[in-house]
């Protein structure tokens, strides 16, 4: 099995920034591709950034340049930096890591594993 504990979360203002954490523990290593996804009640998730097994990103482009995925391998923890922060980047964030190295970017909602989430209010 596969735990992910996302933090970072809370409440900003408009152009602020924010880093998520997420500490992974169990059958997990630096191969599995991991990502952070969005959900609000009601909605589907959306991914919000993909890392792979190989350390390739994908970001997705309403947040392309204002936030990076990257992961510590030597300590199994996935991190969001999260930059200029908007009220539309409202909502709460998962954590997910896939079986294997490889994913895409629509696929991280529906990954196999995932955290509890952590809420980001962006005020304006």
């Known amino acids: 099995q596969v735990q992910l504990v996302e933090s970072g979360g809370g409440s900003v203002q408009a152009g602020e920034s924010l880093t998520l954490s997420c500490v992974a523990s169990g059958r997990i290593s630096s191969q599995n591709s991991m990502g952070w996804f969005r959900q609000d009640p009601g909605k589907d998730g959306e991914g919000v950034a993909l890392?792979?097994?190989?350390?390739?990103?994908t970001v997705a482009d309403s947040v392309q340049a204002r936030f990076a995925i990257s992961r510590d391998n030597a300590k199994n923890i996935l991190y969001l930096q999260m930059n200029s922060l908007r009220p539309e980047d409202t909502g709460m964030y998962f954590c997910?890591?896939?079986?294997?190295?490889?994913?895409?970017?629509?696929?991280?909602?529906?990954?196999?594993?995932r955290g509890q989430g952590t809420q980001v209010t962006v005020s304006s």
């Open positions: 997910a890591a896939g079986r294997g190295p490889y994913g895409s970017l629509a696929a991280v909602p529906v990954f196999a594993y």
């Open positions: 890392i792979l097994g190989d350390g390739r990103t």
